[in-house]
């Protein structure tokens, strides 16, 4: 991922599509994917999460526990980052390197096979992404994710 823009801090909004750890030996902490450019930034993607929550009138633990307690399950939990808006992030786990991305459930249109446990997640302003992770683990994920946003409809 390459920068276009560079942040001292960043908050989660509607535009926002992924968090992305940087792993590499430079000083940038995240990749920030927006619509159609990359924001990097020093601060780390839990602080991102955890700002960003508050912001919106909860901590991050207060969201995941909910998250937790609705759809009872602890392992790898969404997180609605703002209810308005209806803003939830869900991780995603590398099967090779180990890092976990957070993507924006309102912006995975799609997503696909690329290759054996390699899936393409593709986004709503038409850009993809490649992570190591099967076709079944994605979909839990996705899943999780997609219950929180229409948590009305199970209540």
Known sequence: MECVEVASDYLINR??????????????????????????????????LDNSCLLYGASFNGRRDFARAFLHTDKKLPVEVSAPSRIVM???????????IWIAYHHAKDQRISSPGTMEILFTDNTS??????QSSFSR??????????????T
């Open 15 to 48: 535009n926002t599509m992924m968090l992305k750890p940087n792993v590499g030996e430079n000083k940038v902490s995240t990749f920030i994917r927006e619509e159609s450019h990359v924001i990097c930034t020093k601060k780390n993607v839990q602080k991102i």
């Open 90 to 100: 869900f991780p995603l786990r590398s099967t090779s390197s180990g890092e976990k």
């Open 129 to 134: 992404y490649q992570i190591d992770i099967s």
């Open 141 to 154: 994920q996705y899943n999780l994710a997609a219950r929180l946003v229409n948590r009305k409809h199970y």
